[in-house]
């Protein structure tokens, strides 16, 4: 239907927006996602400045941004980092997406000049020595995905926490699996460590494309002026609503919750059925909304013990790639499927063990690794 246009008597009155306007003023730096569009480029007091009310569940979240993919917060939150400290290095852990600064440190960096890859370092996770060998007087940030699948250890995160405050870097937490899932304000508030910066996507807004940074607001200042933050669809209002939409059913259904109940029957009911069989080289863990199935090298090779549990739950209907990423969808009979697939499928895996020829059940080629490497790779070198 085309807009309908009308030839107004008198100037519109904006009072609304500029309600919106004073609220943007203070959660969203220079107050635009796309500069073209930005309240710089309208009459004040005149045109409206099409602002929308911020977003309250994620802790420390003083100031915000949109944008649409997940490597551009994490990207921006580097950036920022890198204006606010005056330094260059970053450490980090875990994937962060596509960006030159993190694709350095992976095995596919063709295409990144050398000058890049020299800034950016890998410490591994729940290993806070890798980190103080590591930060120096140079580091802006510490990048991390709070947790992947392993739990945190030994207050992890609360020390990760200090060494970055006593070492003046900043403390940025990519949530783009966390949020929304391990409780509604992500690992900030699951683990109650705060990070100066953090990185939200993929759930908060039940697939449509926007990803919001969030943090301090005397950090974030720093992109009304001396940091450029823009793109086009930055402000697509499309996915904002759809968060907004996303954001309120979660927290009316307690979301969280119903994926840690299912996502804790799969875990639980794997695991059952791996030691009913006496398959102690197989198992089910991580936190209950987003658990992995792991395979130990001692039976066999795990990716082609993976390639079996795969092709033969394929079989069965189920489009299994490993873990169990739970969404409020789930059903109940949708785990109890799930579950009588395994009890079909682990003694297949089980035999093939025994027969010490896995490789001869697969009907194609094993899956591949993914470079989602976590530790023990691009480790600075410790400092003299
Ligand atoms: C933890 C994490 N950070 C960043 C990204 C990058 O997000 P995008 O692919 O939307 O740029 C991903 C994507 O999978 C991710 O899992």
């Known amino acids: 239907m085309p807009n309908k246009v009308e030839s107004n008597k008198n100037y519109p009155t904006i009072t609304k927006s500029d309600e919106y306007y004073k609220v943007a003023l203070e959660l969203i730096p220079a107050q635009t996602q796309t500069l073209a569009k930005g309240t710089g480029q309208n009459i004040k007091g005149v045109a409206p400045k099409y602002l929308q009310r911020g977003n309250k569940v994620v802790p ?3 100031s915000i941004r949109y944008s649409r993919g997940g490597a551009d917060v994490v990207s921006g939150a580097v950036r920022v980092a890198r204006a606010y400290t005056g330094r260059n290095k970053v450490l980090c852990c875990g994937y962060h997406g596509w960006h030159d600064w993190y694709i350095a440190v992976t095995d596919r960096n063709k295409g990144i000049p050398q000058a890049i890859q020299d800034l950016t370092f890998t410490f591994s996770y729940n290993d806070i020595q890798s980190v103080i060998d590591s930060i120096d007087e ?3 940030c510490v990048v991390l995905e709070p947790y992947v699948f392993e739990e945190p250890k030994d207050n992890f995160l609360q020390k990760l926490r200090d060494v970055c405050t006593k070492n003046g870097t900043l403390l940025v937490f990519d949530e783009m699996w966390s949020g929304f899932r391990i409780a509604l304000g992500g690992a900030q508030e699951y683990f109650g460590v705060n990070a100066d910066l953090a990185c939200f996507s993929k759930a908060v807004a039940n697939g449509m494309p926007i990803s919001i940074l ?10 009304e002026q001396e940091v450029f933050f823009f793109n086009t669809f930055g402000g697509e209002a499309l996915s904002l609503a759809a968060a907004k939409a996303t954001i309120n059913e979660m ?6 919750a119903q994926l840690a109940k299912q996502g804790n029957k799969l875990k639980i009911g794997y ?3 791996a030691e009913e069989l006496g398959m102690n080289y197989t198992k089910c863990s991580g936190f209950d909304c987003r658990t992995i199935v792991t395979f130990d090298s ?19 209907g189920i489009l299994w790639g490993g873990f169990h990423n739970m969404s409020f969808s789930h059903s109940d009979s949708d785990i109890e499927y799930t579950l009588k697939a395994y009890r079909e499928v682990l003694p297949i895996l089980k035999k093939a063990v025994e027969e010490n ?3 001869g059940y697969l009907r194609g080629e094993p899956v591949e690794p993914v470079f989602r490497k976590v530790s023990n790779f691009n480790m600075k070198p410790k400092k003299k």
Request: aromatic content about 0%.
């Open 357 to 359: 020829n896995v490789i």
């Open 138 to 140: 140079d580091t802006a």
């Open 271 to 273: 695991n059952k059925i």
């Open 251 to 256: 927290i009316e259904k307690n979301v969280p």
């Open 60 to 62: 420390n979240a003083e």
């Open 298 to 316: 001692s039976a066999g090779n795990p990716l082609e013990m993976k390639s079996l549990v795969q092709q033969e739950m394929i079989k069965r």
């Open 214 to 223: 969030t943090g301090r607001k005397d950090v974030m200042s720093l992109l």
